[in-house]
């Protein structure tokens, strides 16, 4: 195999590490701000290079921001993507689900931000959602409502669908994340006591779920 000896290995490091500096300040701002509010002249700025190397890379803010919405709308979804093992009981397979999406909000504490406001002033993101998870959600959202069926015919569970399920996990672990800006301002609370505030919330959740699910 013959070699290009025209490329440089070390400016395609040096490519690599500024289009990833690119990303993560753009990042940082489209979480912190919103995709209206996020210039590129500032994404340059914060990276200290000129605009021009961020449109080189990215030839547009839409682009940037595709990139970076199609990296934290895999977190978004990925516990409900991760299948879990078999072995274990209905009940423990939820409590993983809602422990893994717990702790990527943890994580990400401002991605439920991001994920519906750009969802609400940009429906056409829904799209590129949907060509990143592919037909995989569906798959798993059918075998989740076949299992659901199977235990409350064995009479484990209460009747619901599996709809009811995820929109019970998702709005209770998505509420604190998406209060605490206000929760901070009205309860003057510590950035402590709000840590503190996070972890007791999650077991809360899980709490509360699982006794949700009993006939």
Known sequence: MLLNKNINPLKQHVDTTTEQVILEAAENLFLERGFALTSTTEIA???GCNQALVHYYYRTKDQLFDAVFE???GKFVSSFLQP????ISFEEKVRKKIETQYDILKANPRLPFLFFNELN???GRLKLLKEKTGDLPGLLFSAME???RTEIE???IRPMTAMDLMLTIF???IALFLASPVLKAITGMTEAEFQNLIEGRKRENVTIILKSLRP
């Open 121 to 123: 002033t940009n429906p």
């Open 146 to 148: 076949s299992e659901i």
């Open 171 to 173: 709005s209770l672990n």
């Open 84 to 87: 879990v093992e078999e072995n």
């Open 71 to 73: 990296k934290n709308a």
């Open 154 to 156: 064995k009479g484990t």
């Open 45 to 47: 700025r914060i990276v």
